[in-house]
């Protein structure tokens, strides 16, 4: 391979940057031409390409977002858009791509890939919910700036002696209620993995309440339930008046944490290597603490990324 190219896709996650700089400086490293498409595989269709060189990627390691921008696009889930992507491709004799992105943008991968396009798929999701790896990027820098919204939230939740509940996001995945909420120590937290019994969110709010405690914190992903839905129903099944705090795209922005970076850095230049071997249809990630790739069709047809259900029994223990 001569020339590759990196793309961004999807909802954006902090150390998509970083990702970016460690696939275009491992690529140059290499001896190979990288390309950056713009703005998602809309770009890539609409011939948004421009040869990237070591300096076109210097200061943005810290910074959130991402510098080829994101997008989702509707005529890449058309077979014709898909066409004028590949086409586009081989107008600018790019033989490779890696992909930074979510399930959706692995998705879009695998479709390339099907038709002849060698992908390297990088996860980069606040939501860590691709199936494979342990860690997708940008899942620790949300997770920090949660628990950094905690903290505040307890604050003022001590201070009136209330109960605050804090929606966080997750439609299909826990993953981030349940690392925040043990670590900012919520006395409840609801995943969408684990049904909830109301009735048992309101015995343990009376039972901090009736040792002393001075405010509780309810963790809720956006999956199980709204945080103002869930204020209605504390207060319609027992007369508990609540706060809510929806966090909202707060979690999405910033600067990504150390450990983002790292693995931001450790994944790109990965993608760069399998498609330096002439492999394609592989997805990134981490396993036991180690960097992997692994065939993209894992991502899609075993479905085993599912919360750690070792560490939410441990927040319930903790939070008696
Ligand atoms: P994320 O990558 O964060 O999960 P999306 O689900 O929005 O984000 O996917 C990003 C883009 O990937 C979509 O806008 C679309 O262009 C492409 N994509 C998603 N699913 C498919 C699919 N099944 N086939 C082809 N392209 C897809």
Redesign the pocket.
């Known amino acids: 391979m001569r020339k590759i190219a990196v793309l961004t896709?999807?909802?954006d996650?902090p150390g998509m940057n970083a990702a970016v700089r460690a696939v275009v400086r491992k690529a140059i490293y290499e001896n190979l031409e990288i390309a950056g498409i713009f703005n998602?595989?809309?770009g890539l269709i609409d011939g948004k390409i421009e040869l990237l060189q070591l300096g076109s990627v210097g200061d943005i390691i810290h910074r959130g977002g991402t510098m080829l921008r994101?997008?989702?696009?509707?005529?890449?889930?058309t077979p014709e858009?898909?066409e004028k992507a590949v086409d586009q491709l081989k107008l600018n004799g790019i033989e490779g791509i890696v992909v930074i992105?979510?399930?959706?943008?692995?998705?879009?991968a695998?479709?390339l890939m099907k038709m002849g396009i060698p992908c390297a798929c990088v996860p980069?999701?606040i939501d860590n919910d691709i199936n494979g790896t342990e860690f997708t990027i940008g899942f620790d820098s949300a997770l920090n700036t949660v628990i950094d919204a905690i903290d505040k939230i307890r604050d003022t939740a001590t201070s009136h002696e209330r109960t605050f509940i804090i929606e966080v996001m997750g439609r299909d995945a826990g993953d981030l209620a349940l690392w925040s909420g043990l670590a900012g120590g919520a006395e409840t937290i609801l995943i969408p993995e684990e049904d909830y019994d109301i009735h048992e969110v309101v015995e343990r709010l009376k039972s901090g309440t009736g040792r002393g405690k001075k405010h509780s914190i309810i963790i809720v992903a956006e999956g199980v339930m709204s945080g103002g839905e869930l204020a209605k129903m504390l207060m319609e099944t027992a007369n508990i008046e609540t706060r809510v705090s929806v966090l909202g795209h707060i979690q999405r922005g910033g600067s990504p944490s150390a450990r983002d970076r790292v693995i931001a850095s450790q994944y790109g230049a990965r993608a760069v290597e399998v498609l330096k071997e002439g492999r394609g249809g592989v997805a990134i990630g981490m396993q036991k603490h180690m960097v992997v790739d692994y065939p993209l069709e894992e991502v899609f047809v075993k479905r085993d990324h599912s919360v750690d259900r070792e560490l939410y029994k441990l927040s319930k223990e903790l939070s008696i």
Request: charged share 20%.
């Open positions: 896709s999807g909802g996650a998602g595989y809309q994101s997008a989702r696009s509707s005529e890449f889930m858009g898909r992105g979510g399930d959706g943008s692995f998705r879009g695998y479709e980069a999701t």
